[in-house]
Structure formats: structure tokens, C-alpha cells
């Protein structure tokens, strides 16, 4: 049974980086061809794709957003780590992270969101 | 990048009816495309891969079909469990897009 969730903080200033954990079970990432993503959504508003990583470290960034963003992950205590810099009140959200099975393919099992909010 | 714009934004119907939601991409592709369904509070759920595959344990009363630039979403029957919103994406190529949403409320 894969199992996602995101932890971090609930409240970031205005400038500061926001440091988002995905811990995950039912799968590993260093198996060929499976990925973790992350996917934000603003109260009210749609989703907004952010990054993607593979087992083979190969990431994938937003171009809107690449140069704020950092992911990581660590293969062996499960997790992947996205880092963002310079937070500003527009990004306040939920964050998901959620798993993708193969290249190709699509997102399939989805952590339940942290909300994150940016306030001074 | 590729934008995915959903028709319409809301839909307002009966227990029963027959639904179908839009998604239109800015550049055509293949079937690189998932449909989710997201409740208040909670994570989006997947219902459809690749434009017309149902993910497992999904009810058969939900379909997708299309390619190209245009996609649909079919809700045969709509059940009270199914108001909800609706969001397409397209995985064709980065960055990701997601549709804007589609608000299914109950009439």
C-alpha cells in the first residue's frame, strides 16, 4: 500500500525558505523509473505542478519557478525534500507531493496536503 | 508550455444525469492525460489515465475518451458521492499543466 505525507512548517515570513518533507511507504525510490512530484494549489484556486524527481536523481523543475526551487531525495529513509526560496504571500497553499509508478506516466497516489501560509 | 482549459468552470446537476467536462490543450498531443477528482479538504484522486483508461477501483460510470487538443470526461449517472471538482492534466510534456477546474454542484 503506498502511502504518501508532506510535513513542514505551517507558517513562513515573507522572504524566507520554505523547507517541504515527503515521507512515503509501499514503494522505493530507487526503483527504475519511479518518481515523486510536487503540486501546489492556493486556497480556492487549481493545482499548480512544481517538480518532479526520478529514481536516477533526474529532476524536473516548473520554468516559472525553477530558479526558486530545489529537490531532493534521500533513497534511504524515504523521502524527498523541496526546498523554496524567497517565499512571498502568493505562495501560500497546500503542497502535495505525490507518486509517479513508471516514466510516462501519471500521478497516482497523492499525500494529503500541508498548508502552507506566508505572512509576516 | 502547454495550457489545458476546461469547459465549463461549473455544472450544476441532478442525481442521474449524464455529465461530460472538456479539456481543451493549447498543442495537440497523444493520450498524455489524467483526469483527477478533488473534495473539499482533500488530495485530488485519479480516475483516468492515458485520456481513457480508468485506474483501478474507480466506478465504470466514469469514461474519458479523446486526443489531440480535445479530451472529455463522462459521468454516466451521477451519483451524490460525484459533486465534486474535476481536474484534467496533461503529462505529455514539462512543465505539467493542469485545467482550471471544473465545479460539478448539485442543481
Known amino acids: 500500500q503506498i502511502t504518501l505525507k508532506e510535513s513542514g512548517p505551517t507558517l513562513v515570513k515573507p522572504t524566507q525558505t520554505l523547507t517541504l518533507t515527503c515521507t512515503f511507504s509501499g514503494f522505493s525510490l530507487s526503483t527504475s523509473g519511479v518518481g515523486v512530484g510536487w503540486i501546489r494549489q492556493p486556497p480556492g484556486k487549481a493545482l499548480e505542478w512544481l517538480a518532479l524527481i526520478y529514481w536516477n536523481d533526474d529532476k524536473r523543475y516548473s520554468p516559472s519557478l525553477k530558479s526558486r526551487l530545489t529537490i531532493t531525495k534521500d533513497t534511504s529513509r524515504n523521502q524527498v525534500v523541496l526546498t523554496m526560496t524567497n517565499m512571498d504571500p502568493v505562495d501560500t497553499a497546500t503542497y502535495y507531493c505525490?507518486?509517479?509508478?513508471?516514466?510516462?506516466?501519471?500521478?497516482?497516489?497523492w499525500g494529503q496536503g500541508t498548508l502552507v501560509t506566508v505572512s509576516s | 508550455d502547454i495550457q489545458m482549459t476546461q469547459s465549463p468552470s461549473t455544472l450544476s446537476a441532478s442525481v442521474g444525469d449524464r455529465v461530460t467536462i472538456t479539456c481543451r490543450a493549447s498543442?495537440?498531443?497523444?493520450?498524455?492525460l489524467a483526469w483527477y477528482q478533488q473534495k473539499p479538504g482533500k488530495a485530488p484522486k485519479l480516475l483516468i489515465y492515458?485520456?481513457?483508461s480508468l485506474e483501478s477501483g474507480v466506478p465504470s460510470r466514469f469514461s474519458g475518451s479523446g486526443s489531440g487538443t480535445e479530451f472529455t470526461l463522462t459521468i454516466n449517472s451521477l451519483q451524490p458521492d460525484d459533486f465534486a471538482t474535476y481536474y484534467c492534466q496533461q503529462y505529455n510534456s514539462y512543465p505539467w499543466t493542469f485545467g482550471q477546474g471544473t465545479k460539478v454542484e448539485i442543481k
Open positions: 505525490a507518486h509517479r509508478p513508471s516514466p510516462g506516466s501519471w500521478l497516482d497516489y
Open positions: 498543442q495537440s498531443f497523444s493520450s498524455w
Open positions: 492515458k485520456a481513457s
